[in-house]
């Protein structure tokens, strides 16, 4: 009877489990939830490999499993929610990078240029 308990609470556990690794692919194919949905999709398999362990009956296989399990939540827990992916809709310019606001080198000197009545601009 323990024995038959136990398969089924590995087998509820095993499709939780991989609904949660499903979930995070999904969440993975929407260009705004990327990154959290691939954090999200590790996250869950770990939580495979240790409902596999109860339903296999084997406690190596769940200790090592509900161990990465946790540490891989932590670490999703501890990423924070400051994007570091630009929102979906907006280009990167990849000679500003981040500042947009600054001029690059080669366009102060042309406004520097254009500033002092210089028709030419050196080349």
Known sequence: MVSFVLTVIGF???VISLAGVALGV???ADSRTRGRGKLFALLW???VAASSGVLMH???T???GLLCFLIAGT???LQGDTPNELPAGEKADLARGTARDRLLDSEKTTKENEARGQGRVAS
């Open 12 to 14: 509820l556990l095993l």
């Open 26 to 28: 999904y969440m993975a």
């Open 45 to 47: 398999v770990p939580a």
């Open 58 to 60: 084997d406690v190596v």
């Open 62 to 64: 769940f200790t090592v």
């Open 75 to 77: 670490v999703f827990a």
